[in-house]
Nanobody, 116 residues
């Protein structure tokens, strides 16, 4: 059974940081590109950052470059998202996705709320 389980979300003050993790199981994690998306209330889901199956290539939303860092550990089947200097507009549900060709799997999401 394929599972992607996100963790690490929560409430943080503006300027704070969080590290999200996503653990994959039930598939060959190292064969899949991994992507973090987010969806804020009333808005469409948007790409945050992606990382290739080997971890050698990463891609970020232009507006998030320099604050967010994606990484992966193919031995532990995890992908992480380090988020620094968080802003209220970063408030959203964050999802991880595993993708290989036409196959894709999604986690249930983890809530990140940035508020004082």
């Amino acid at each position: 059974q394929v599972q992607l389980v996100e963790s690490g979300g929560g409430l943080v003050q503006p300027g704070g940081s969080l590290r999200l993790s996503c653990a994959g199981s039930g598939f060959t994690f190292s064969n899949y590109a991994m992507t973090w998306y987010r969806q804020a209330p009333g808005k469409e889901r948007e790409l945050v950052a992606s990382i290739s199956s080997t971890g050698r290539s990463t891609n970020y939303a232009d507006s998030l470059k320099g604050r967010f860092t994606i990484s992966r550990d193919n031995l532990r089947n995890t992908v992480s998202l380090e988020m620094l200097n968080l802003k209220p507009e970063d408030t959203a549900v964050y999802y991880c996705q595993a993708r290989r060709a036409m196959l894709e799997y999604w986690g249930q999401g983890t809530q990140v709320t940035v508020s004082s």
